[in-house]
């Protein structure tokens, strides 16, 4: 009875006239499902602390069913920075959409970590890196990056490759011709595959903020989860019109 839990809202669906479902993710329970009468409303007091991003204290009378009626929310932190600055707001957009379409129940602490890091960074992209690759290994299908996918090669690299799963050497690619990357690009995305949270101090203002080491690890996640992301596109169409 009148439990209260800390989580982010990872979705919303509007339901009835003033009413929606939030998605929440929690430490203590994984994903939970809120039903927040009057949530559309105006004068909705918990509104606000109900939001996509959003990082609040819910409170709840705890029953045996996926759905929770919704007694209060208290915001703690709405990730402001995020909120205002477009091409953070279209990342966290897809980190959420990862997080959600993942039955990972013990997400809530790198997701924590990662808008809390994405909200303050000058580096939006090395941070969201950093957490694709984390699902990438959670998944167990992290790219190649010490080899030849193909042949075990470790000289001679020249692109990489979804399909098969990573690093592709010179003579592996003249069967396959897949774009050519530069020997700098090709290291830039080994580092940021290897990499870490715990190392982000270390790799910041080595020029992996960059869309274009994102690409392919959203290509590769993609690729080999099946899981497709519809917001992905918003940030492609971005980069495409820049």
Request: net charge negative.
């Amino acid at each position: 009875m009148n439990e209260r839990v800390k989580g982010i809202v990872l979705s919303e669906i509007d339901i009835k006239e003033n009413d929606k479902i939030i998605q929440v993710i929690t430490a203590e329970y994984g994903k939970i499902s809120f039903y927040g009468r009057g949530l559309k409303k105006i004068n909705s007091k918990n509104a606000y602390a109900c939001q996509l991003f959003d990082l609040s204290e819910f409170s709840f009378d705890y029953r045996e069913t996926k759905m929770q009626l919704l007694k209060s929310a208290t915001l703690i932190n709405e990730f402001y920075n995020i909120k205002q600055d477009y091409e953070k707001l279209m990342l966290a957009s897809i980190i959420l959409e990862i997080a959600n379409n993942m039955e990972e129940d013990s997400l809530y602490e790198l997701l924590l970590q990662t808008l809390q890091l994405l909200e303050n960074t000058t580096e939006a992209y090395t941070v969201f890196d950093l957490f694709v690759v984390r699902i990438l290994l959670m998944f167990g299908i992290n790219p190649e990056v010490d080899s030849c996918v193909s042949c075990g090669e470790t000289t001679n690299i020249e692109t990489i490759s979804i399909n098969d799963g990573g690093f592709l050497c010179h003579n592996c690619n003249s069967q396959s011709h897949y774009q050519k990357y530069d020997a700098e690009f090709l290291k830039k995305f080994r580092i940021i595959n290897k990499a870490n949270f715990d190392v982000l101090d270390k790799i910041l203002n080595l020029g992996l903020n960059t869309y274009d080491l994102s690409k392919p690890l959203l290509d590769f996640f993609i690729a080999h989860s099946g899981i497709n992301l519809r917001s992905y596109r918003n940030l492609q169409n971005f980069h495409e019109s820049t």
